[in-house]
Protein backbone atom coordinates (compact mmCIF):
# COMPACT_ATOMS: atom_id res chain seq x y z
CA UNK A 1 0.00 0.00 0.00
CA UNK A 2 1.54 3.40 -0.87
CA UNK A 3 0.67 6.99 0.56
CA UNK A 4 -0.80 9.54 -1.73
CA UNK A 5 -1.24 13.07 -0.23
CA UNK A 6 -5.09 14.86 -0.97
CA UNK A 7 -4.02 18.28 -2.25
CA UNK A 8 -7.26 19.11 -2.92
CA UNK A 9 -10.97 18.57 -2.15
CA UNK A 10 -12.44 18.47 -5.36
CA UNK A 11 -16.16 17.78 -5.20
CA UNK A 12 -17.62 15.52 -7.81
CA UNK A 13 -20.63 15.84 -10.55
CA UNK A 14 -23.11 13.87 -7.96
CA UNK A 15 -21.49 15.27 -4.72
CA UNK A 16 -24.28 15.22 -2.17
CA UNK A 17 -24.78 18.68 -1.49
CA UNK A 18 -25.96 19.68 -5.12
CA UNK A 19 -28.67 17.60 -4.15
CA UNK A 20 -30.32 19.46 -0.86
CA UNK A 21 -33.31 21.90 -0.38
CA UNK A 22 -32.76 25.59 -0.08
CA UNK A 23 -33.35 25.40 3.32
CA UNK A 24 -30.97 22.41 3.89
CA UNK A 25 -28.44 24.27 2.18
CA UNK A 26 -28.73 27.29 4.03
CA UNK A 27 -28.62 25.11 7.81
CA UNK A 28 -25.31 23.53 6.11
CA UNK A 29 -23.98 26.90 5.75
CA UNK A 30 -24.73 28.09 9.01
CA UNK A 31 -23.43 24.57 10.68
CA UNK A 32 -19.73 24.17 11.94
CA UNK A 33 -19.01 22.33 9.04
CA UNK A 34 -18.78 25.64 6.82
CA UNK A 35 -15.97 27.03 8.86
CA UNK A 36 -14.43 23.95 9.68
CA UNK A 37 -14.26 22.96 5.75
CA UNK A 38 -12.99 26.45 5.42
CA UNK A 39 -10.78 26.98 8.45
CA UNK A 40 -9.56 23.80 10.03
CA UNK A 41 -9.41 20.67 7.34
CA UNK A 42 -6.91 21.90 5.07
CA UNK A 43 -4.23 22.35 8.57
CA UNK A 44 -4.26 18.73 8.83
CA UNK A 45 -0.90 17.54 7.98
CA UNK A 46 -1.02 14.35 6.14
CA UNK A 47 2.54 13.60 6.06
CA UNK A 48 2.60 13.21 9.90
CA UNK A 49 0.99 10.15 8.79
CA UNK A 50 3.45 8.88 5.84
CA UNK A 51 5.92 6.65 8.52
CA UNK A 52 2.70 4.69 9.08
CA UNK A 53 3.45 2.97 5.62
CA UNK A 54 6.43 2.04 5.83
CA UNK A 55 7.96 1.56 9.80
CA UNK A 56 6.84 1.46 13.37
CA UNK A 57 8.05 4.79 14.46
CA UNK A 58 7.10 4.85 18.62
CA UNK A 59 5.75 8.52 17.83
CA UNK A 60 2.21 9.83 19.10
CA UNK A 61 1.44 10.67 15.58
CA UNK A 62 -2.49 11.41 17.21
CA UNK A 63 -0.98 13.85 19.43
CA UNK A 64 1.30 15.42 17.35
CA UNK A 65 -2.00 15.95 14.76
CA UNK A 66 -4.20 16.97 17.53
CA UNK A 67 -1.71 19.56 18.71
CA UNK A 68 -0.85 20.88 15.31
CA UNK A 69 -4.51 21.28 14.57
CA UNK A 70 -4.88 22.34 17.91
CA UNK A 71 -2.88 25.45 17.47
CA UNK A 72 -4.23 26.25 13.83
CA UNK A 73 -7.55 26.54 15.93
CA UNK A 74 -6.43 28.79 18.06
CA UNK A 75 -4.55 30.96 15.67
CA UNK A 76 -7.73 31.44 13.98
CA UNK A 77 -9.44 32.34 16.79
CA UNK A 78 -6.73 35.17 18.04
CA UNK A 79 -5.96 32.88 20.94
CA UNK A 80 -2.65 33.80 21.76
CA UNK A 81 -1.59 31.25 24.57
CA UNK A 82 -0.43 33.40 26.71
CA UNK A 83 -3.42 32.25 29.45
CA UNK A 84 -3.68 28.75 29.91
CA UNK A 85 -4.73 26.92 32.16
CA UNK A 86 -4.03 23.45 33.27
CA UNK A 87 -6.14 20.56 35.13
CA UNK A 88 -6.18 16.56 35.13
CA UNK A 89 -9.01 13.71 34.55
CA UNK A 90 -9.23 9.92 35.92
CA UNK A 91 -9.53 7.66 33.25
CA UNK A 92 -10.83 4.23 34.29
CA UNK A 93 -10.08 1.47 32.31
CA UNK A 94 -12.69 -1.19 31.05
CA UNK A 95 -11.62 -3.93 33.32
CA UNK A 96 -13.27 -5.48 36.06
CA UNK A 97 -12.48 -4.95 39.67
CA UNK A 98 -11.37 -8.03 40.85
CA UNK A 99 -10.33 -9.03 44.01
CA UNK A 100 -7.09 -10.98 45.32
CA UNK A 101 -7.88 -14.19 44.86
CA UNK A 102 -10.24 -13.09 41.23
CA UNK A 103 -6.77 -11.94 40.39
CA UNK A 104 -4.85 -14.82 41.04
CA UNK A 105 -7.28 -17.40 39.86
CA UNK A 106 -7.75 -15.30 36.60
CA UNK A 107 -4.02 -15.04 35.86
CA UNK A 108 -3.77 -19.17 36.53
CA UNK A 109 -6.88 -19.88 34.51
CA UNK A 110 -5.44 -17.76 31.23
CA UNK A 111 -2.11 -19.32 31.60
CA UNK A 112 -3.63 -23.12 31.86
CA UNK A 113 -6.06 -22.28 28.81
CA UNK A 114 -2.83 -21.37 26.79
CA UNK A 115 -1.35 -24.19 27.87
CA UNK A 116 -4.40 -26.40 26.65
CA UNK A 117 -4.49 -24.86 23.39
CA UNK A 118 -1.16 -25.51 22.46
CA UNK A 119 -0.67 -28.88 23.76
CA UNK A 120 2.77 -28.38 24.53
CA UNK A 121 2.57 -29.92 28.17
CA UNK A 122 0.06 -31.97 29.88
CA UNK A 123 -2.32 -30.74 32.52
CA UNK A 124 -2.20 -31.97 35.92
CA UNK A 125 -5.26 -33.46 37.06
CA UNK A 126 -5.95 -30.67 39.68
CA UNK A 127 -5.54 -27.51 36.75
CA UNK A 128 -7.80 -29.35 34.16
CA UNK A 129 -10.78 -27.60 35.67
CA UNK A 130 -9.59 -24.19 35.18
CA UNK A 131 -10.19 -24.84 31.04
CA UNK A 132 -13.93 -25.33 31.96
CA UNK A 133 -16.70 -23.06 31.17
CA UNK A 134 -17.99 -21.47 34.19
CA UNK A 135 -15.20 -22.41 36.97
CA UNK A 136 -14.98 -19.18 38.05
CA UNK A 137 -17.92 -18.71 39.02
CA UNK A 138 -18.19 -22.18 40.54
CA UNK A 139 -14.72 -21.57 41.94
CA UNK A 140 -16.33 -18.43 44.02
CA UNK A 141 -20.06 -18.49 44.23
CA UNK A 142 -21.22 -21.60 43.80
CA UNK A 143 -18.60 -23.95 46.16
CA UNK A 144 -19.92 -22.32 49.75
CA UNK A 145 -18.68 -24.86 51.59
CA UNK A 146 -14.93 -23.30 50.65
CA UNK A 147 -13.72 -20.79 53.37
CA UNK A 148 -11.10 -17.82 51.99
CA UNK A 149 -8.40 -19.13 53.28
CA UNK A 150 -9.58 -22.91 51.84
CA UNK A 151 -9.71 -21.17 48.74
CA UNK A 152 -6.57 -18.87 49.07
CA UNK A 153 -4.33 -22.03 50.10
CA UNK A 154 -5.60 -24.21 46.65
CA UNK A 155 -4.96 -21.21 44.23
CA UNK A 156 -1.57 -20.80 45.74
CA UNK A 157 -0.97 -24.53 45.53
CA UNK A 158 -2.06 -24.46 41.83
CA UNK A 159 0.12 -21.71 40.99
CA UNK A 160 3.51 -23.44 42.23
CA UNK A 161 2.38 -26.53 40.51
CA UNK A 162 1.99 -24.01 36.91
CA UNK A 163 4.30 -22.13 37.83
CA UNK A 164 6.56 -25.36 37.67
CA UNK A 165 5.03 -26.91 34.85
CA UNK A 166 5.85 -23.44 32.73
CA UNK A 167 8.98 -22.13 34.03
CA UNK A 168 11.24 -23.44 30.87
CA UNK A 169 8.68 -23.65 28.34
CA UNK A 170 6.64 -20.77 28.53
CA UNK A 171 8.65 -17.59 29.76
CA UNK A 172 7.84 -15.87 26.19
CA UNK A 173 4.03 -15.94 26.46
CA UNK A 174 2.09 -13.19 27.63
CA UNK A 175 -0.08 -15.01 29.81
CA UNK A 176 3.32 -16.68 31.32
CA UNK A 177 4.82 -13.06 32.03
CA UNK A 178 1.01 -11.86 33.79
CA UNK A 179 0.84 -14.57 35.99
CA UNK A 180 4.63 -14.23 36.92
CA UNK A 181 3.64 -10.77 37.55
CA UNK A 182 1.10 -11.58 39.83
CA UNK A 183 2.43 -13.89 42.01
CA UNK A 184 5.92 -11.51 42.25
CA UNK A 185 3.50 -8.67 43.71
CA UNK A 186 0.74 -10.47 45.36
CA UNK A 187 2.27 -13.44 47.25
CA UNK A 188 5.73 -14.03 48.96
CA UNK A 189 7.53 -16.94 49.88
CA UNK A 190 8.36 -17.36 53.38
CA UNK A 191 10.14 -19.93 55.16
CA UNK A 192 9.71 -22.14 51.81
CA UNK A 193 5.69 -21.75 52.04
CA UNK A 194 4.27 -19.57 49.50
CA UNK A 195 1.53 -17.34 50.96
CA UNK A 196 -0.03 -13.51 50.48
CA UNK A 197 2.05 -10.37 50.93
CA UNK A 198 0.28 -7.86 53.32
CA UNK A 199 1.75 -4.05 53.86
CA UNK A 200 3.55 -4.90 56.91
CA UNK A 201 5.92 -6.76 54.17
CA UNK A 202 6.50 -3.72 52.31
CA UNK A 203 5.75 -4.79 48.81
CA UNK A 204 2.11 -3.42 48.52
CA UNK A 205 2.20 -0.65 45.56
CA UNK A 206 -0.46 1.33 43.31
CA UNK A 207 1.32 0.04 40.25
CA UNK A 208 0.59 -3.33 41.05
CA UNK A 209 -1.77 -5.46 38.16
CA UNK A 210 -4.81 -4.67 38.72
CA UNK A 211 -6.74 -7.20 35.90
CA UNK A 212 -4.47 -9.28 32.92
CA UNK A 213 -7.15 -7.34 30.30
CA UNK A 214 -5.25 -4.24 31.02
CA UNK A 215 -1.87 -4.62 32.14
CA UNK A 216 -0.71 -1.24 32.16
CA UNK A 217 -3.70 -0.01 34.81
CA UNK A 218 -2.61 1.21 37.77
CA UNK A 219 -4.59 2.18 40.91
CA UNK A 220 -5.48 5.40 42.68
CA UNK A 221 -7.95 6.78 45.37
CA UNK A 222 -9.01 10.26 44.63
CA UNK A 223 -11.91 12.23 45.73
CA UNK A 224 -12.99 9.24 48.20
CA UNK A 225 -13.17 7.12 44.81
CA UNK A 226 -10.64 4.23 43.72
CA UNK A 227 -9.69 4.75 39.94
CA UNK A 228 -8.33 1.64 37.52
CA UNK A 229 -6.51 3.08 34.61
CA UNK A 230 -5.27 6.24 33.76
CA UNK A 231 -5.13 9.95 33.81
CA UNK A 232 -5.03 12.76 31.27
CA UNK A 233 -3.87 16.12 31.62
CA UNK A 234 -5.54 19.01 29.41
CA UNK A 235 -3.46 22.46 28.49
CA UNK A 236 -6.26 24.76 27.36
CA UNK A 237 -5.14 28.15 25.84
CA UNK A 238 -7.88 31.05 26.86
CA UNK A 239 -8.95 34.19 24.75
CA UNK A 240 -11.13 36.87 24.55
CA UNK A 241 -12.94 34.73 21.43
CA UNK A 242 -13.40 31.85 23.94
CA UNK A 243 -10.72 28.89 24.60
CA UNK A 244 -9.13 25.82 23.26
CA UNK A 245 -7.34 22.57 24.74
CA UNK A 246 -4.02 23.25 22.90
CA UNK A 247 -1.88 19.91 24.15
CA UNK A 248 -2.81 16.71 26.44
CA UNK A 249 -0.74 14.17 28.12
CA UNK A 250 -2.02 10.78 28.83
CA UNK A 251 -0.43 8.72 31.58
CA UNK A 252 -1.02 5.77 34.46
CA UNK A 253 -3.19 7.39 36.94
CA UNK A 254 -0.32 6.94 39.50
CA UNK A 255 1.13 9.87 37.42
CA UNK A 256 1.56 13.31 39.48
CA UNK A 257 0.06 16.99 38.72
CA UNK A 258 3.24 18.40 39.59
CA UNK A 259 5.12 15.90 37.44
CA UNK A 260 2.60 16.91 34.38
CA UNK A 261 3.39 20.04 34.85
CA UNK A 262 6.99 19.94 35.19
CA UNK A 263 6.67 17.62 31.70
CA UNK A 264 4.85 20.97 30.20
CA UNK A 265 7.41 23.00 31.63
CA UNK A 266 10.65 21.78 30.34
CA UNK A 267 9.23 21.02 26.63
CA UNK A 268 8.44 24.78 26.92
CA UNK A 269 11.17 27.35 25.21
CA UNK A 270 11.73 30.19 27.19
CA UNK A 271 8.68 33.07 26.57
CA UNK A 272 9.43 36.26 25.60
CA UNK A 273 6.10 37.23 26.84
CA UNK A 274 5.07 36.14 30.32
CA UNK A 275 2.44 33.23 29.98
CA UNK A 276 -0.14 32.81 32.65
CA UNK A 277 -0.72 29.33 33.61
CA UNK A 278 -3.88 29.09 36.39
CA UNK A 279 -3.42 25.41 38.00
CA UNK A 280 -5.10 23.98 41.15
CA UNK A 281 -2.76 24.00 44.51
CA UNK A 282 -0.94 20.33 43.66
CA UNK A 283 0.70 21.36 40.47
CA UNK A 284 2.91 23.85 42.00
CA UNK A 285 6.32 22.35 43.67
CA UNK A 286 9.66 24.61 44.43
CA UNK A 287 11.32 23.03 41.71
CA UNK A 288 8.54 23.88 39.37
CA UNK A 289 8.49 27.73 40.30
CA UNK A 290 12.16 27.38 39.60
CA UNK A 291 11.44 26.01 36.14
CA UNK A 292 8.78 28.64 35.74
CA UNK A 293 10.79 31.60 36.63
CA UNK A 294 13.56 30.74 34.12
CA UNK A 295 10.70 29.99 31.11
CA UNK A 296 8.86 33.40 31.84
CA UNK A 297 6.18 31.75 33.22
CA UNK A 298 3.77 32.72 36.07
CA UNK A 299 2.32 29.72 37.63
CA UNK A 300 -1.17 31.22 39.28
CA UNK A 301 -2.55 28.56 41.83
CA UNK A 302 -5.91 28.08 43.88
CA UNK A 303 -5.69 26.63 47.53
CA UNK A 304 -7.55 23.61 46.11
CA UNK A 305 -5.13 20.98 46.53
CA UNK A 306 -6.92 17.77 47.00
CA UNK A 307 -6.06 15.66 49.81
CA UNK A 308 -5.02 18.08 52.61
CA UNK A 309 -1.48 17.53 54.43
CA UNK A 310 -1.48 16.59 57.92
CA UNK A 311 0.27 19.17 60.31
CA UNK A 312 2.70 16.08 61.27
CA UNK A 313 3.64 16.02 57.87
CA UNK A 314 5.75 19.23 58.34
CA UNK A 315 8.40 17.94 60.63
CA UNK A 316 9.56 14.95 58.58
CA UNK A 317 12.76 15.69 57.41
CA UNK A 318 14.02 14.63 54.17
CA UNK A 319 17.06 14.98 52.29
CA UNK A 320 19.15 17.97 50.03
CA UNK A 321 17.87 16.70 47.02
CA UNK A 322 14.39 15.84 48.33
CA UNK A 323 14.38 12.20 47.15
CA UNK A 324 13.88 10.10 50.80
CA UNK A 325 13.33 10.95 54.22
CA UNK A 326 16.19 10.76 56.83
CA UNK A 327 14.14 11.48 59.97
CA UNK A 328 10.77 11.41 61.06
CA UNK A 329 9.22 13.81 63.75
CA UNK A 330 10.47 12.09 66.79
CA UNK A 331 14.61 11.95 65.14
CA UNK A 332 14.16 8.60 64.03
CA UNK A 333 15.90 7.34 61.24
CA UNK A 334 13.74 5.11 58.96
CA UNK A 335 14.77 1.34 57.79
CA UNK A 336 13.81 1.98 54.45
CA UNK A 337 12.51 4.65 52.34
CA UNK A 338 11.64 3.59 48.80
CA UNK A 339 10.64 5.99 45.48
CA UNK A 340 9.33 8.79 44.88
CA UNK A 341 6.98 6.72 42.31
CA UNK A 342 5.49 8.97 39.33
CA UNK A 343 2.89 9.86 41.70
CA UNK A 344 5.82 11.62 43.64
CA UNK A 345 4.92 9.23 46.81
CA UNK A 346 7.72 7.68 49.09
CA UNK A 347 6.78 4.77 51.37
CA UNK A 348 9.64 5.14 54.23
CA UNK A 349 9.52 1.96 57.25
CA UNK A 350 10.49 2.71 60.91
CA UNK A 351 10.59 0.24 63.71
CA UNK A 352 7.09 -0.77 65.09
CA UNK A 353 8.76 -0.89 68.49
CA UNK A 354 9.78 3.06 67.85
CA UNK A 355 6.16 3.90 66.67
CA UNK A 356 4.47 2.21 69.91
CA UNK A 357 6.28 4.12 72.40
CA UNK A 358 6.04 7.65 70.29
CA UNK A 359 5.15 10.55 72.00
CA UNK A 360 3.46 11.69 68.17
CA UNK A 361 1.53 8.32 68.07
CA UNK A 362 -1.37 10.14 67.97
CA UNK A 363 -0.93 12.56 65.71
CA UNK A 364 1.58 10.55 63.13
CA UNK A 365 0.44 9.09 60.02
CA UNK A 366 2.36 6.10 60.44
CA UNK A 367 0.77 2.78 59.93
CA UNK A 368 2.06 0.18 62.53
CA UNK A 369 2.30 -3.12 62.22
CA UNK A 370 3.31 -5.85 63.70
CA UNK A 371 7.33 -5.90 62.58
CA UNK A 372 7.23 -2.58 60.65
CA UNK A 373 5.75 0.88 60.60
CA UNK A 374 4.98 2.35 57.18
CA UNK A 375 4.49 5.85 56.18
CA UNK A 376 3.01 6.91 53.02
CA UNK A 377 4.07 10.81 52.53
CA UNK A 378 5.52 13.11 49.59
CA UNK A 379 7.72 16.16 49.04
CA UNK A 380 4.60 18.36 48.26
CA UNK A 381 2.60 17.43 51.26
CA UNK A 382 5.38 17.91 53.55
CA UNK A 383 6.09 21.55 51.77
CA UNK A 384 2.21 22.03 52.11
CA UNK A 385 2.53 21.03 55.11
CA UNK A 386 5.27 23.76 56.28
CA UNK A 387 3.53 26.58 54.42
CA UNK A 388 0.17 26.20 56.61
Known sequence: MSFFTNPSQQMTLDDSTYHLTKREQKALE????????????????????????????????????????????????????????????????????????????????????????????????????????????????????????????????????????????????????????????????????????????????SAMLQNPSDPDATFRSKAGEEHRGYVTNLEESVGENGSVITDYQFEQNTYSDSQFLSDSLEKMDAQEETVIIATDGAYPTPGNQKLAERKNVQIVSTNMTGRKANDICADFVMNKEKTAIIQCPAGIEPTSCTGPYANGQMRVTFPAACCQNCPYKDKCIAKIGKRVSSVIISASSINRAQIR
Open 30 to 205: KSWAKPFAEEVFHMIDEELFRVLYYEKTGIDLIHNCIVSLASGIAHVMKITGRTRRMDSMMIDSNIKKLSRLELIYTCIANLVKRLSKEGNAELPEELKHYVTPNDFNQVFYYAKSSTYSEKCLTLLKDADALSELCKDTCADWEEYILFKRCMDEQTIVDEGTRRLATHEDGTMH
